[in-house]
């Protein structure tokens, strides 16, 4: 039996009432905790992705500067193959002796059209002269499978080198890895306002 302060019994039915009310102060506890908890994560693995699509802009754009620019002075050629199932890109001189790999992140999708397909591979030349052939681009994808960046890579005899032009996404969410290759398509840079040129 339960006495309060004043030594009066305390019923059953009143310390039922008050544990009822605890657990059910503890399942809202609970229940706003998880909540916080849930789109903490959310908000951390967006974030994530964020520095991964940008680290993987970063590792592609530099990867073709490097060596182009390489190419140009030693006046080598070298092939540049990225596998996009795998997400690696190898380097190899012009006797097909890889050097360099270089791996991207893994949680996100790239694709390259070519020939009107999206490539499991693309596998380019770097000149002599830094120019680059053939020429393409690389769209690089978010954990929602929209293009936040596009990279074309230009080759042009008449300059010699090789031009990269990066496009950044600013809110065309019809850029998804599902109608890539309509949106390739149709991509111009005065058509496409949705899109910065960086």
Aim: include cysteine; proline fraction near 1%; hydrophobic fraction near 40%.
């Amino acid at each position: 039996m339960c006495y309060n302060n004043n030594n009066n019994k305390i019923t059953g039915s009143k310390m039922g009432n008050r544990n009822g009310s605890i657990s059910l102060e503890i399942l809202v506890a609970a229940l706003i905790v998880s909540f916080f908890a849930f789109f903490g994560n959310i908000r951390i693995k967006n974030a994530r992705t964020v520095g991964q699509v940008n680290n993987a802009k970063i590792l592609i754009a530099d990867t073709y500067k490097k060596y182009a620019t390489i190419s140009f002075d030693k006046n080598v050629i070298h092939r540049v193959i990225i596998d996009y199932n795998i997400k690696i890109i190898e380097i190899f001189d012009n006797i097909d002796k890889k050097i360099e790999e270089i791996v991207l992140p893994k949680e996100i999708k790239y694709a390259t059209i070519y020939g009107g397909i999206i490539q499991d591979k693309m596998n380019a030349k770097i000149t002599e002269q830094g120019n680059i052939t053939p020429i393409f681009s690389i769209y690089i994808f978010d954990n929602k499978d929209i293009a936040k960046y596009r990279i074309s890579l230009y080759g042009f005899d008449t300059l010699k080198h090789l031009r990269i032009n990066i496009y950044k996404n600013k809110s065309d969410k019809t850029a998804n890895y599902a109608n890539i290759i309509k949106f390739h398509d149709s991509f111009t840079e005065e058509s496409n306002k949705l899109w910065e040129k960086e």
